[in-house]
């Protein structure tokens, strides 16, 4: 340690070196990112010019950090999936690969869990869903299938008495179990005799396709296997750092499922895919695409399904996968205006489709009801939030960012608060 004695500057003189404004360098004080020292004889108080340039050293970094959030520099260690020019790569393993070897959603889904990808399809048991029952008087005819969901989860949680286990012993076979209730619950509220049938049945892919009265074939299974695979994870997205928040807590797997399906309601999220379908039904017809399109443009406003802040220009890969299923099967009616519609973005020279538009493509062409690819998201990405809890949990410390304060100053001192002790 050196005995020399270290310089000093006035507050003026430390805003200044900075490059800040004095509440800016109070506000550094009150965070403890700076330190005061009292000045001699009742002068104003002093900071030390190391400590001072040892912040301003920080500058890039501390900037980098409170931008983290805003699709900025990674904040956190993960094992699960890393994000692609070629679209996400779970464990590994790119999805688009995945989906199209032909796994089923249960394997991926372990995949995700263990880290490890089963060598045939895993069978998930069959569980009791009364809860299916349970909920009816608590919904509207009406209600959106996402929607059907939170009140699912929360019958459930209610009845498991074991569920603040937080080991993957403890979460898997509720996850399992959760996700099949997810998948029936899509026939609610409009046909419960349906959605208890489903239940019962062998594959998640096939509980979907019963529960909206499609025909079982080999197909329509792999399409929907596919489709689940592909929404199943996206690394931080806004609901997957919900769930993991949640998990930070060691909350129990149903309120980190609650997080997501909470945060994947948004607009700017999970319901991007009602708006590209409100845009089709706008549209009306296939001819009418260009100038939907053009009319959007004119506006200034932006067509939902399109773009990626990821992907950029190269476009989204899990779109391209999901189109290339749905032109594989029979044309629709809507298929044919969303397929018009995509025809004249790429002529317009706009962003390319994204991964919700994509799967409403599928969704038409698969005879599935308007509104489902909400619900389909949530199943598929449940998948996600369970892995990324697992991983959270297995850290062994809670998620507390710190925000940068901008307000007012307490006590309106003009040499701010003195240093934390």
């Known amino acids: 340690m050196s005995n020399q004695p270290q310089s000093e500057l006035t507050a003026a003189e430390a805003a200044r070196r900075l490059g800040v404004k004095l509440p800016t360098l109070y506000a550094y004080v009150s965070r403890g990112l700076l330190r005061s020292l009292p000045g001699r004889s009742g002068r104003a108080r002093r900071y030390l010019a190391n400590d001072v340039d040892a912040l301003r050293e920080r500058g890039p970094a501390l900037r980098a950090a409170a931008g983290a959030l805003r699709w900025g520099e990674p904040i956190l260690e993960s094992s699960i999936t890393e994000m692609t020019p070629a679209g996400p790569a779970y464990r590994g393993q790119l999805a688009t690969e995945l989906a199209r070897a032909g796994h089923s959603f249960e394997a991926v889904a372990e995949l995700l869990w263990t880290g490890a990808l089963p060598s045939s399809s895993p069978r998930w048991e069959p569980v009791p869903c009364p809860e299916l029952d349970g909920v009816l008087p608590l919904l509207s005819a009406d209600a959106p299938h996402a929607a059907v969901f939170p009140v699912l989860v929360a019958a459930r949680a209610a009845r498991d008495g074991g569920r603040f286990d937080t080991t ?74 919900a769930a993991r928040v949640a998990a930070s807590t060691h909350a129990d797997v149903y309120a980190v499922v609650q997080a997501g399906l909470a945060t994947l309601s948004g607009p700017l999220h999970g319901a991007t895919s009602d708006r590209f379908e409100a845009l089709l039904a706008e549209v009306g017809a296939p001819e009418l695409a260009e100038r939907a399109v053009q009319e959007r443009a004119r506006r200034g406003e932006r067509v939902p399904g399109f773009g990626h802040a990821f992907y950029g220009t190269a476009g989204d890969a899990r779109a391209r996968a999901l189109l290339e299923l749905a032109w594989e099967r029979r044309a629709t009616p809507e298929a044919a205006i969303a397929n018009a519609v995509i025809g004249a973005m790429e002529r317009a020279r706009k962003p390319p489709p994204n991964v919700d538009s994509g799967a409403v493509v599928l969704r038409a062409a698969l005879g599935m009801p308007v509104g489902a690819v909400a619900g389909l998201f949530a199943v598929g990405r449940a998948a996600g939030w369970v892995a990324h809890a697992l991983e959270q949990v297995a850290t062994g410390h809670l998620l507390r960012p710190r925000a940068r304060y901008k307000g007012p100053l307490p006590g309106g001192s003009s040499e701010g608060p003195a240093p934390p002790r």
Do not use: M, Y
């Open 168 to 241: 993957p012993e403890g979460v898997l076979p509720r996850a399992r179990g959760l996700i099949r209730l997810l998948a029936a619950g899509l026939a609610l509220p409009r046909a419960p005799a349906r959605a208890k049938r489903a239940a019962r049945a062998a594959r998640i892919a096939e509980v979907i396709a019963r529960a909206f009265a499609l025909d079982v074939q080999p197909g329509t299974l792999a399409a929907i296997d596919a489709l689940l695979i592909l929404l199943a994870d996206h690394e931080l997205n806004a609901s997957t750092f």
